[in-house]
């Protein structure tokens, strides 16, 4: 499952050149219907979901995934969905994989984009944090969204 709203995907990819029904791409209304066409004549099924700003509407695929009968989903992506999916929030268990390496700098995108939370009160709450140990050296962070938000 891809969120790309203007169906970038490369057809030279290897995602899709092995597709065989089992590649869903969610895009925009604004997306080229030719391209649509090229990635679905790959066995790549196009799902239109047009959302604010632009870009795809994350909670529509969350409601078309449970009609399908998905019962869970992992998002691995950028800052601006990653923000999407905890401010919707869609988002019910987090686990973050650290390598030991630092790229920093002011340039560097956050883990979550967008408009954030200013304040440390309204901040996005993890529970049950626990910390995996990944040898030699890496680790990893997972915790549970807090339901019982008061923000």
Do not use: C
Not at 1 to 23: E, H, N
Not at 118 to 130: E, L, N, Y
Request: net charge positive; proline share 4%.
């Amino acid at each position: 499952m891809i969120m790309d709203s203007q169906l970038r995907l490369p057809l030279d990819s290897k995602m899709a050149r092995s597709a065989a029904g089992d590649v869903v791409v969610v895009a925009t209304s604004a997306s080229s219907s030719e391209r649509r066409k090229l990635l679905e004549d790959r066995g790549i099924r196009v799902l239109i979901f047009d959302g604010p700003g632009g870009r795809a509407h994350l909670g529509s695929l969350i409601h078309w995934l449970g009609r399908e009968r998905y019962l869970s989903l992992m998002i691995e992506a950028g800052s601006k969905v990653n923000w999407t999916a905890l401010e919707t929030g869609v988002v019910d268990r987090i686990f973050f994989y650290y390598g030991p390496k630092i790229l920093g700098g002011l340039e560097a995108l956050p883990l979550a984009g967008g408009l954030g939370r200013r304040r440390r009160a309204d901040a996005i709450r993890i529970r049950g944090v626990t910390i995996h140990q990944i040898p030699p050296d890496e680790f990893a962070v997972e915790g549970y969204v807090d339901v019982h938000r008061d923000y």
